[in-house]
């Protein structure tokens, strides 16, 4: 069970415990829309939320391949704005994002951060030397290279760097074949 990396309020945990982010049908999901509004509505409010966060989700700078796109012009694009978004379904796998960070097993997050200890960022040369890594870690956990790919964008971006290097582990960690 993963716990949230940023503070809730007693109201807000509540909430959050009525959301399914890994809803099994339909029902799960439709139940998660009005808790999963009051909640983004509450930490978007309070500004709990970590800016690169927020950017990952509005700054079209940190949605490699979403042709000059930030992931909130694409809603709007699709039709969808303001605080439709926040009860959008799509938008709950942003909501779990803003709640608990980067979906990767607790060693990488931690070996990732603690190459970025030292500067405050992490530079090409650091992200390159940590690819190896990130490949070998959704090797050894099994996980979806897609998936893992961007989890470790959002990783890399997180612990400060810049887009375009990010964007090469990402795109390194997806390109790793499934045994």
């Not at 339909?26 to 800016?51: F, N, T, Y």
């Amino acid at each position: 069970m993963r716990h949230p990396d940023i503070p809730l309020t007693s109201e807000e945990l509540t909430l959050l415990s009525k959301i399914h982010f890994d809803w099994k049908n339909h029902d799960e999901l439709r139940e998660s829309l009005e808790p999963m509004e009051a909640l983004a509505s509450r930490i978007l409010g309070r500004g709990v939320v970590p800016q690169i966060r927020l950017a990952y989700f509005t700054d079209a700078d940190y949605n490699p391949g979403g042709r000059g796109k930030s992931r909130q012009e694409v809603f709007e694009r699709n039709g969808t704005s303001g605080d439709e978004i926040l009860r959008h379904p799509h938008f709950l796998k942003h909501l779990e994002y803003f709640i608990y960070g980067p979906d990767l097993p607790a060693d990488a997050v931690n070996r990732f951060k603690k190459e970025c200890s030292f500067s405050g960022h992490l530079t090409g040369s650091d992200v390159h030397d940590l690819t190896p890594y990130a490949r070998s870690c959704v090797r050894e956990n099994r996980l979806d290279p897609h998936q893992a790919g961007e989890e470790f964008f959002k990783l890399a971006i997180e612990c400060g760097a810049m887009p375009g290097f990010a964007e090469n582990v990402r795109n390194s960690v997806r390109a790793v074949k499934r045994s």
